[in-house]
């Protein structure tokens, strides 16, 4: 159901006794309870899956359901209390608007697996779990020497076997930011690592050594690199933390590699160079380039 932001009231009694899946869209809330009601238990026996996109006037969502096994909810407006109580959820995907810095959050999923979290993070906002898959992202460079708490908060209350990190760079000259990557001091143990990496022509190799040393024990990496509108100045320090191109990081358990989204620039050359002198029992790489690289055979 895509609503455009209008109001919807579920009737006053009835059961949705067959409903497994539903979406809603832009969806303004008219009370407090309603939507909480509408999809809980009681109302809604057999919802397996439940996604809310940009829903307003939700300021407090209760959930209880015993036949959940993924949820989404992304870019709820107004929300300052979320519960949820789901025995058998197995997925969780929650990203909140900066303005949510005041939520109140518990989740009590005894058999979640896959978390992915963007926003503002306690330990707390998670009660139980057994997480395998952690999603979540960040910035490598900001202003006014900001670094969220917030990752190292998730990062430190899960032991994910798989990681998947957004991570951003700006579209423009870096020389007025702050490098942020100093600031994320520990990353999950985990045996796979997934990046999507958004470089707008800037140099990544630093930010990507920093990474894999503080997961030097991955069996597997996915690097794909997704290239969107930016400039790399001629004055541009991106590439002027060199460090990296002489220390070693010793990815000895480092078997598959998986890397897309290849121009063939000098910056992704010498990180590639780099990565085979690190893993040193790697035993699979695949390379896959850009669509708009023209690659002519010799």
Not at 16 to 41: D, I, K, P, Q, Y
Not at 74 to 103: N, T
Not at 106 to 114: D, N
Request: include cysteine.
């Amino acid at each position: 159901m895509r609503l455009g932001c209008l109001g919807l009231a579920p009737p006053d009694s009835g059961v949705f006794a067959r409903l497994e899946t539903l979406l809603l869209n832009n969806v303004r809330s008219h009370g407090e309870r309603e939507l909480s009601e509408a999809v809980s238990s009681p109302r809604c026996p057999s919802l397996r899956r439940l996604t809310v996109r940009g829903a307003r006037g939700l300021r407090n969502l209760l959930i209880w359901s015993e036949s959940l096994v993924a949820l989404m909810l992304a870019h709820p407006r107004g929300l300052r209390r979320l519960m949820v109580v789901a025995p058998v959820l197995h997925s969780f995907y929650f990203s909140a608007h900066r303005e949510m810095e005041k939520l109140a959050a518990r989740i009590s999923a005894p058999k979640l697996e896959k978390l992915k979290w963007a926003g503002r993070f306690q330990p707390s906002f998670i009660q139980r779990a057994r997480l395998q898959e952690l999603d979540t992202n960040f910035i490598v460079y900001g202003r006014d020497g900001f670094i969220s708490p917030h990752h190292l908060r998730l990062f430190r209350h899960f032991e994910a076997v798989s990681l998947h990190l957004l991570v951003t760079q700006p579209d423009k000259n870096v020389n007025s930011y702050e490098y942020l990557m100093d600031g994320i001091s520990f990353l999950p143990h985990v045996k796979n690592l997934w990046l999507s990496f958004v470089p707008r022509a800037h140099a990544f190799g630093a930010t990507m050594f920093h990474l894999l040393r503080l997961c030097a024990g991955i069996r597997s990496l996915k690097l794909k690199l997704i290239h969107r509108e930016g400039e790399c100045p001629l004055d541009c320090t991106c590439d002027q933390r060199n460090g990296w191109k002489s220390e070693n990081i010793s990815l000895n358990l480092l078997e598959e590699a998986k890397i897309s989204g290849i121009k063939g620039v000098e910056h992704e050359v010498v990180f590639l160079k780099q990565l085979f002198r690190w893993a040193t029992a790697l035993q699979k790489m695949t390379i896959t380039f850009d669509p708009l690289v023209a690659i002519v055979p010799e």
